[in-house]
Nanobody, 123 residues
Framework: QVQLVESGGGLVQAGGSLSLSCAAS????????MGWFRQAPEKEREIVAA????????YYRESVKGRFTISRDNAKNTVYLQINSLTPEDTAVYYC????????????????WGQGTQVTVSS
């Protein structure tokens, strides 16, 4: 089992930046991917970025490339998501998730989920 706890959400103005953290605990040695998802009101949850736990290779949803940066600190068992140039369209609940294998793009690959953290961007 892997437990995930997100932090760092909040209310920010458009154009601002935010850094989200996801602390993992438990059997973290089994993790292959760590991903960040978001779910905006009345929309489906979508992947925004993923990173391989061991080697740190990163993957991004096309629409967020250049603004979102995913990183990890294995010593701290923590994954980060830096979001720059925020727009109201970034308003969503952001979730981190851990996958033991599969495709980084597929929500079905992710076995463990955090509780989510709300990001609200005001115009």
């Amino acid at each position: 089992q892997v437990q995930l706890v997100e932090s760092g959400g909040g209310l920010v103005q458009a154009g601002g930046s935010l850094s989200l953290s996801c602390a993992a605990s438990g059997r973290t040695s089994n993790i292959y991917w760590m991903g960040w998802f978001r779910q905006a009101p009345e929309k489906e949850r979508e992947i925004v970025a993923a990173i391989t736990w061991s080697s740190g290779i990163t993957y991004y949803r096309e629409s967020v490339k250049g603004r979102f940066t995913i990183s990890r600190d294995n010593a701290k068992n923590t994954v980060y998501l830096q979001i720059n140039s925020l727009t109201p369209e970034d308003t969503a609940v952001y979730y981190c998730a851990a996958a033991l294998g599969g495709s980084w793009r597929s929500e079905n690959s992710y076995d463990f989920w955090g509780q989510g953290t709300q990001v609200t961007v005001s115009s």
